[in-house]
């Protein structure tokens, strides 16, 4: 038995759109250990195909309907229908319920965003899916569509702090405003970027949470150096001019 067979197992599902029962490929936890995670939570391992977040949406062979499991489990009729209409009707039958490549992954994200687009689904659950989505292209050290995805999930995760939907997602309010600041620092600003930082340190709840507080911390500490030194070179180049 090799390492990927301890780690995959087969998980049983049943399509909530046209209720066909398949098995699609999860990842034990437990057996799969990162050698590395970035400050927005990324993970790298040394065989890509461990990674659980090549598993995270699930795609029915039958239909095409993608989804995972914080996509609600009813949804009103008129939705159903529109799957039907825009998924379902163009579904060319591919099996990805097997061993996924980084590719395939990327193609059950993207049918997944677009499933949740159609069903409305909350902020939370459309901005997990566009920034796992920029972990892979990530992966592929494709820095544009990385960039991209990465906006649209800052973009959501921002509607979601608004409205509070995050907490159906299980996510904290402490840890979803690090991220929205840790989202801004990778995209470059950096003033709301220390404003969210900032949030957390002074969050009247941080007691609970002090891994979090500690990373934006941290994370607020380096922006500060790095702002310092990029005006400091700045003024260095100022004075070479004249």
Not at 8 to 28: A, I, N, P, Q, V
Not at 38 to 59: G, K, Q, R, S, T
Not at 120 to 127: D, I, K, Q, S, T
Request: glycine letters at 4%; proline letters at 4%.
């Amino acid at each position: 038995m090799s390492r990927l067979d301890t780690i995959l197992y087969d998980k049983k599902f049943t399509c909530t759109h046209c209720g066909y029962e398949f098995t699609s490929k999860k990842t034990r936890l437990r057996r799969s250990h990162p050698y590395k995670r970035d400050p927005d939570f990324c993970e790298h391992y040394e065989d890509h195909a461990e990674n659980p977040i090549l598993y995270h949406v699930v795609v029915c062979p039958q239909c095409g309907y993608s989804f995972n499991d914080q996509f609600r489990k009813e949804v009103p009729p008129q939705l159903e229908q529109l799957i039907e209409e825009k998924i379902t009707a163009n579904w060319t039958k591919k099996d990805y319920t097997g061993i996924r490549s980084i590719p395939e992954a990327i193609a059950t994200y993207k049918l997944a965003i677009f499933a949740a687009n159609i069903r409305r689904e909350p902020h939370c659950v459309l901005a997990g899916l566009c920034l796992r989505l920029a972990w892979l292209y990530r992966y592929q050290k494709k820095k544009e569509h990385e960039k991209r995805f990465l906006e649209l999930a800052l973009k959501e995760y921002e509607a979601s702090y608004e409205q509070g939907d995050y907490m159906r997602a299980g996510m904290s309010e402490i840890k979803l405003t690090y991220l929205i600041g840790e989202l801004h620092r990778q995209l470059g600003d950096y003033n709301k970027a220390l404003r969210f930082f900032s949030k957390v340190i002074e969050h009247p709840l941080k007691a609970n949470e002090p891994q979090m507080v500690r990373a934006a911390r941290d994370q607020w500490q380096n922006m500060r150096e790095d702002m310092k030194r990029q005006r400091e070179e700045a003024e260095k180049k100022d004075i070479e001019k004249k």
